[in-house]
């Protein structure tokens, strides 16, 4: 069996240590493994299949043999690291925002569109978490037909802002039950006992671009050119499982039951049906996992026999972004 | 000027704690205030107007020479105790469901339909908290054109759980912070750093009592029989004010600033513009008032140039119950 050389870049980040954790999990086949991160954290040492590696600094020599890389960092620096990487003939599998409406540059839920992945160019990016855990929900319905307009709300962890996110909450429920004063960074405003209606930056329609994600990138992972998408992205006081209020209308009529047995069947998805006696998802039935989870399904009440609604959970630093980003690697293991 | 003897049923709970601090506030024309619950608790005293009242447990003689009950109680108490208080020719005013699609009673949101409220055959609805802020919110949209179909995602406080749901939040809080067990007895499971896609008792068509409360209650407000309504109801773990995700489709053409302007211009709203540099309000802007505030107003991606997409937070048991019943007791002072 080949073996792989793999570095992960932003290795000390929420995602970047969850990549490694989960390679290990997951047995990916490696002969080695490098973590590459900012100079700043150049020496420290990060958790590897039961050892420890050492953090190296990431430079344009430090790709060099390597035939993945996994990305877990911004946009900026993964802009700035890619003509490296792909001229060290490594594949870039990217967790950033950065190439994922390139043309040239396939968009992956290995459980909907594996054979993009194989047409790549030297990089495969990984959709945005809210967007994968939303299409593995809904995969199932597409392929009974396809989707022409969805509503989507979002309840999203505070882990989407990296590990300083999930500080922050931690910090700030601390602070409160001490009686001191609750401060904010990262957020732009307090989330503790809060929900914040603003995700990303905003654009010129009003949307930000954590919302136009998921009309955008749903569109390119299902295959799926016509589909328009209302969403709203809204943070919640949750540590690392996004949640997301679905309402959506198909191409043909379809009914509960078809599009229940579809959801039953979709590959990574889960219909709740007895988590300690509820028959629906919640955020932390859902952490620390890998597939994701969707329930109440019903009959929406606008768009007739042709409409849905339903509610999915998904771990977002898992299937969110490293695991799927693992996923990908294996694709290009086959 | 006339004054009213006033009785609150349900005093010790969270919403009629609340409509006996808003009616000293409001300065409600008040001769006699009596502050009624079960036994239970009679002999206890609770504030009003700077001084505290004694507890006398609730009977059927309870109402004699009352001009006004405000119900804070469940329906079943609230259908137990109709017949004496309307007996004794008070005006019953009452936060339960028990009544509230009953075609002789007034459903009243007094910002939007004042004039239904002097129709009452001695009894009042007040309308279920998330459809008050809502409708609050949508009021303004509706009378430029009416609204044919509305989705809504609802991010609800624990407060819509009274005083024991507040209480569980900050119990799972403390035992969190102290790694100690949390323990969950008011709601379905933890929300403490999770969130909660079930309120109400489940119907037969997969939605949810409370969810249904805002198309039925929602159409009984705003007089538009016709308008379709799809909502998710969600618990989160903030303290007091719901929050909405609303997209709607209206019968006409809207533009986004007639939108905008007629929100501004709609009783009981506010446009969001400059919460400390936000233009959208969150939870914890709202708490402890009585306006519905609005944000995020922008076109709506499914339903066309008939279609707006907007958030709004509003205090769950100010304007959502306890400030909604005082208000409507105002208008029997006219």
Same sequence: chains 1, 2.
């Avoid at 950033?96 to 992956?108: N, Q």
Wanted: glycine fraction near 8%; aromatic fraction near 4%.
């Amino acid at each position: 069996m080949k073996e792989y050389k793999v570095a992960v870049l932003g290795a000390t980040g929420a995602v970047g240590q969850e990549m490694l954790k989960i390679l290990a999990e997951r047995r990916f086949p490696v002969s080695q493994v490098r973590a590459l991160a900012s100079a700043r954290s150049a020496g420290k040492r990060v958790y590897f299949a039961g050892e420890t590696l050492p953090i190296e600094e990431a430079t344009a020599e430090s790709f060099k043999g390597m035939d993945i890389v996994l990305g877990a960092v911004g946009a900026g620096a993964a802009r700035a690291f890619r003509p490296a990487i792909v001229d060290a003939g490594a594949v870039f599998v990217d967790n950033s925002s950065a190439f994922r409406m390139d043309e040239d540059v396939p968009l992956v839920v290995p459980e909907i569109n594996p054979e993009d992945a194989l047409r790549h160019h030297g990089v495969i990016a990984n959709p945005n978490c809210s967007t994968i855990i939303t299409m593995v929900a809904v995969n199932g319905i597409q392929r009974v037909s396809p989707i022409e307009a969805m509503v989507a709300s979002t309840y999203q962890a505070v882990s989407g802002a990296g590990r300083e996110g999930i500080d922050e909450l931690e910090a700030q429920i601390a602070a409160d039950v001490q009686g001191a004063d609750v401060e904010t960074h990262i957020f732009p405003c307090r989330i503790h006992k809060n929900v914040i209606p603003m995700i990303g930056d905003r654009l010129e329609n009003g949307y930000t671009t954590e919302e136009m994600k998921m009309q955008n990138e749903g569109r390119k992972i299902l295959h799926n050119a016509g589909m328009n998408v209302c969403c709203t992205c809204v943070r919640v006081p949750v540590i690392r499982s996004h949640s997301i209020s679905v309402q959506l209308r198909t191409r043909d009529a379809i009914s509960v039951e078809q599009a229940m047995e579809a959801i039953r069947l979709a590959p990574g998805c889960v219909l709740a049906q007895n988590l300690d006696g509820r028959d629906y998802p919640t955020p932390l039935d859902t952490s620390d996992q890998d597939q994701v989870y969707v329930g109440r399904v019903r009959r929406d009440l606008i768009f007739g026999d042709r409409g849905l609604s339903l509610w999915c959970c998904g771990d977002q630093i898992r299937k969110g972004a490293a695991t799927n980003a693992v996923q990908i690697a294996e694709l290009l293991t086959k």
